[in-house]
């Protein structure tokens, strides 16, 4: 019987791609009018591998105080707009800082970097099957410049290390970076593709080869439950008749889980991109600028800056946020990229757990499986948590 996957971002998009490979008939439903609009669609573009550290870790601690007053230039938290989101925040938060403890930190790092590894296979099986230049690499290789002695001192003990010099071979550009950089970490494997270019490929070959069908403009507004069991979808205007649905819907997962007793311990980590014409001096691999949290992602001829982690606030402060975006990228690397044409700032929200791990799997409703959570790195983790639902689904025999 048919297969529904709610929500076609790249979570779900890859989850629908391994599905109907596998032999499985698949509808994907969004209410979006078309796929990758919510957090996937200008995001970082990394394919981060071998980079995988968690959002929760000991280096946020010291760094608590300043962002709680709102003095910390990458990291911000709002109030929550109700007593409701205020107290979700409380909750969250605690737990979050849980996950900031040596012991945790180093767990969650070991299953993201598992997760990672899988996933590095998996896109490299989906490229097998798509035309020869579909998921061609705009970016290969990264590195992360330490930009001050503390971070220079916990790089120096990693055996990707680079020193400042060498940093400087791998990536000539790097000579017009204005900020101070003591070094960093190279890892060359990890690359920048953009995250639609991505998606439009898997979803037209799954459309083409595998016949998938994609509903857009369709909100789901339930998931229909007899007795323990999946029935279908309903949507604005119609049942759709289904034993399975696998749940992609990043920050919208409870709207739909809740009225069955489930609940992901998600938070919106608001980001913000900025897409503008490469010029001849644009780095040819991904960048990350630590103190920023920046990355800079060469897109062929544009280049993607995208930063920012901001818990719990709204996309209303998307402006300021974005021209902060801009003003500080032309300051910290002026010269790769147009930074006088228009900019095409966007905004998204990272689904996050507290350990930044992903919920992926058979939930206690049979039938229905969730693929969501997976914070600032969903592109890096979507093709692996895709095999993972196909191996908990099983393929056609
Ligand atoms: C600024 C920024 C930079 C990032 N950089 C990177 C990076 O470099 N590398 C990386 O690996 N990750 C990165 N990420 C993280 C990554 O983008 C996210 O983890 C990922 O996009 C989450 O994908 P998703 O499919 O779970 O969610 P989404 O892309 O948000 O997809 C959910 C979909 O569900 C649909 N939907 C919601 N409710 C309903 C409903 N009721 N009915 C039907 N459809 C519905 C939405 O329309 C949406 O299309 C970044 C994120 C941000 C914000």
Same mark, same amino acid.
């Given at each position: 019987?048919?297969?529904?996957?709610?929500?076609?971002?790249?979570?779900?998009?890859?989850?629908?791609?391994?599905?109907?490979?596998?032999?499985?008939?698949?509808?994907?439903?969004?209410?979006?009018?078309?796929?990758?609009?919510?957090?996937?669609?200008?995001?970082?573009?990394?394919?981060?591998?071998?980079?995988?550290?968690?959002?929760?870790?000991?280096?946020?601690?010291?760094?608590?105080?300043?962002?709680?007053?709102?003095?910390?230039?990458?990291?911000?938290? =709002? +109030?929550? !707009?109700?007593?409701?989101? %205020? #107290?979700?925040?409380?909750?969250?938060? $605690?737990?979050?800082?849980?996950?900031? /403890?040596?012991?945790?930190?180093?767990?969650?790092?070991?299953?993201?970097?598992?997760?990672?590894?899988?996933?590095?296979?998996?896109?490299?099986?989906?490229?097998?099957?798509?035309?020869?230049?579909?998921?061609?690499?705009?970016?290969?290789?990264?590195?992360?410049?330490?930009?001050?002695?503390?971070?220079?001192?916990?790089?120096?003990?990693?055996?990707?290390?680079?020193?400042?010099?060498?940093?400087?071979?791998?990536?000539?550009?790097?000579?017009?970076?204005?900020?101070?950089?003591?070094? =960093? +970490?190279? !890892?060359?494997?990890?690359? %920048? #593709?953009?995250?639609?270019?991505?998606? $439009?490929?898997?979803?037209?070959?799954? /459309?083409?080869?595998?016949?998938?069908?994609?509903?857009?403009?369709?909100?789901?507004?339930?998931?229909?439950?007899?007795?323990?069991?999946?029935?279908?979808?309903?949507?604005?205007?119609?049942?759709?008749?289904?034993?399975?649905?696998?749940?992609?819907?990043?920050?919208?997962?409870?709207?739909?889980?809740?009225?069955?007793?489930?609940?992901?311990?998600?938070?919106?980590?608001?980001?913000?991109?900025?897409?503008?014409?490469?010029?001849?001096?644009?780095?040819?691999?991904?960048?990350?600028?630590?103190?920023?949290?920046?990355?800079?992602?060469? #897109?062929?001829?544009?280049?993607?800056?995208?930063?920012?982690?901001?818990?719990?606030?709204?996309?209303?402060?998307?402006?300021?946020?974005?021209?902060?975006?801009?003003?500080?990228?032309?300051?910290?690397?002026?010269?790769?990229?147009?930074?006088?044409?228009?900019?095409?700032?966007?905004?998204?929200?990272?689904?996050?757990?507290?350990?930044?791990?992903?919920?992926?799997?058979?939930?206690?409703?049979?039938?229905?499986?969730?693929?969501?959570?997976?914070?600032?790195?969903?592109?890096?983790?979507?093709?692996?948590?895709?095999?993972?639902?196909?191996?908990?689904?099983?393929?056609?025999?």
């Amino acid at each position: 019987m048919t297969i529904c996957v709610l929500g076609s971002g790249v979570v779900g998009v890859s989850t629908a791609f391994a599905l109907s490979r596998a032999g499985h008939e698949v509808i994907v439903i969004d209410k979006a009018n078309r796929i990758a609009a919510g957090a996937s669609h200008a995001n970082g573009a990394q394919l981060s591998w071998s980079y995988t550290d968690p959002m929760a870790s000991p280096a946020v601690l010291p760094k608590l105080p300043n962002i709680l007053l709102g003095r910390d230039p990458a990291m911000r938290v =709002g +109030l929550g !707009s109700n007593p409701g989101a %205020a #107290l979700h925040l409380a909750k969250w938060g $605690t737990q979050f800082l849980g996950q900031c /403890r040596n012991n945790a930190f180093r767990k969650n790092k070991a299953a993201r970097d598992g997760l990672a590894a899988e996933s590095h296979a998996a896109v490299d099986s989906f490229a097998r099957d798509l035309p020869s230049d579909a998921l061609q690499p705009t970016g290969v290789g990264k590195l992360v410049i330490a930009q001050t002695p503390r971070q220079l001192e916990e790089m120096r003990r990693q055996p990707n290390y680079l020193s400042a010099e060498d940093c400087r071979d791998v990536e000539p550009a790097l000579a017009s970076w204005s900020e101070p950089q003591y070094g =960093g +970490l190279y !890892s060359p494997d990890d690359t %920048a #593709l953009d995250t639609l270019t991505y998606c $439009t490929a898997l979803s037209d070959l799954a /459309r083409e080869q595998f016949g998938v069908r994609f509903e857009l403009g369709q909100e789901v507004s339930e998931i229909i439950v007899r007795r323990g069991r999946v029935q279908g979808v309903r949507t604005i205007d119609r049942v759709l008749q289904c034993d399975t649905v696998v749940s992609c819907l990043g920050m919208s997962s409870n709207t739909l889980l809740r009225p069955h007793g489930l609940s992901l311990p998600l938070m919106a980590v608001r980001g913000y991109s900025v897409t503008l014409p490469a010029t001849e001096s644009a780095p040819r691999i991904s960048v990350t600028d630590l103190s920023n949290k920046f990355v800079f992602a060469n #897109l062929g001829d544009r280049v993607r800056i995208a930063g920012f982690a901001d818990i719990a606030t709204s996309a209303r402060g998307q402006k300021s946020r974005i021209d902060t975006l801009l003003q500080t990228a032309r300051r910290v690397w002026p010269g790769i990229a147009d930074y006088d044409a228009p900019p095409h700032g966007w905004t998204g929200a990272r689904p996050m757990t507290p350990s930044g791990i992903p919920h992926i799997g058979e939930t206690k409703v049979h039938g229905l499986y969730v693929n969501a959570g997976h914070g600032s790195l969903g592109y890096t983790f979507a093709a692996g948590s895709a095999m993972r639902i196909v191996d908990a689904i099983g393929a056609v025999q």
